[in-house]
């Protein structure tokens, strides 16, 4: 069961700008201002949402009272694409009665496509009026576009003074590669946590869970990941529960992250990725990407082939200097690499234990490298072309 923070309330609806009837427009609302720490695409093409997220929290010096949220249309690359963000954001302001650079709207859905504003701005009244704490879930279904489930982690975390809560919920299956932020995610706390503590605590976790992510290798216009403070657990802290917080914060967003990577688009199983003996966390990452998003690696174990060549090849290329003759792969904790070479296996046994949902690769520097770094990805099959050869129809 979800533990979800005090101070917030939700609503979800359908608005007409999905082609089925399903909610596509939603609203998350701290009953007083958050303090608020965001992470953005870095496509040069950044949807108008996300340009206007970010002039809210600099003229909003970080507080943020409501988050509006719309899937089926990305409001990216249309002439009209500002003034709808914008007559979106004011159209909640005014219903909330609170400032338009307070609201922090968020799109996902199809590139290219005009978005009619009075889609939003008609279903804000409606939104608002149906504001619940109990709304959370329809917020986490009503954000989703190519998603097969809704994706929420939570936690409960004990202060000295007392209970704060923390629940994130996500989107994305497709378009997911890491830089910054992936896919949209929003985690909030009712734990009070100074402003620049609260972006320290959200980059580092960023870089443990949507960082570590990969899907397609094709990084979104949209991506947003938000944390709200708004200490409505009204508990003081210090060092050591902020501590705690922080440890939470990441088992909350790399849960978010492991998700979206086991329901990525056509995906049957879940790939993770383990590096280790590297010089540094960076480099063992950086060649964990290159594995993860390696088309012939994730085709491989969609076919449950034991081929470690595609591995090591994908190590190569990654732009990490190391001596292969020091490198030992696993697959589901099965040596089949040794000193850059073939190790005896059993192949048919491992064949059937990469038939698994969830398959284990490790790369292995042998050495004194301390660096070492996780990656979540999945298999790539024909089901990913299906999704995507028709995506706009």
Request: proline content about 3%; glycine content about 8%; overall charge positive.
């Amino acid at each position: 069961m979800l533990k979800l923070p005090l101070g917030y309330r939700y609503a979800a609806t359908y608005a007409g700008i999905r082609k089925q009837e399903k909610d596509d427009v939603a609203l998350i609302v701290s009953e007083s201002p958050a303090e608020t720490a965001a992470v953005f695409t870095r496509n040069v093409v950044q949807a108008a949402p996300v340009q206007l997220s970010r002039r809210h929290l600099k003229s909003g010096q970080g507080k943020i009272t409501a988050v509006l949220v719309n899937a089926g249309n990305a409001n990216c690359a249309t002439r009209t694409g500002a003034k709808v963000a914008l007559a979106s954001c004011k159209a909640v302001a005014k219903a909330l009665k609170t400032k338009t650079r307070y609201v922090l709207p968020a799109s996902t859905g199809v590139i290219g496509v005009e978005l009619d504003a009075k889609l939003i701005t008609s279903a804000v009244p409606k939104l608002a009026s149906q504001l619940s704490a109990s709304a959370f879930d329809s917020v986490a279904e009503a954000i989703l576009t190519t998603d097969t489930r809704a994706k929420v982690a939570s936690e409960a975390v004990q202060f000295r003074g007392g209970m704060v809560r923390i629940a994130g919920m996500t989107k994305g299956a497709g378009m997911i590669h890491p830089n910054m932020a992936t896919t949209l995610g929003f985690v909030l706390t009712d734990a009070a946590v100074p402003a620049k503590y609260l972006h320290r605590m959200l980059r580092d976790a960023t870089e443990r869970s949507y960082n570590s992510l990969s899907v397609d290798g094709d990084m979104s216009t949209n991506d947003m990941v938000a944390l709200l403070a708004n200490g409505a657990a009204k508990i003081k802290s210090d060092p050591k529960d902020l501590k705690l917080l922080n440890d939470a914060l990441g088992r909350v967003m790399e849960s978010l992250a492991r998700q979206i990577a086991s329901d990525g688009e056509g995906a049957r199983k879940l790939i993770i990725v383990r590096t280790s003996g590297f010089r540094t966390e960076e480099e063992a990452r950086t060649a964990a990407r290159a594995i993860a998003n390696s088309p012939l690696v994730k085709t491989a174990i969609a076919g449950s082939d034991p081929n470690w060549g595609r591995i090591l090849s994908a190590a190569g290329y990654s732009g990490i200097a190391f001596d292969p003759a020091q490198a030992d792969i696993f697959l589901q904790d099965v040596l089949v690499c040794r000193k850059g070479v073939a190790a005896d296996f059993d192949e048919p046994g491992l064949k059937n234990r990469l038939d698994a949902s969830e398959v284990l690769i490790r790369f292995v520097l042998k050495g004194r490298g301390k660096g070492e770094a996780r990656f979540f990805t999945c298999d790539l099959t024909e089901g990913y072309i299906q999704i995507n050869g028709s995506y706009r129809t």
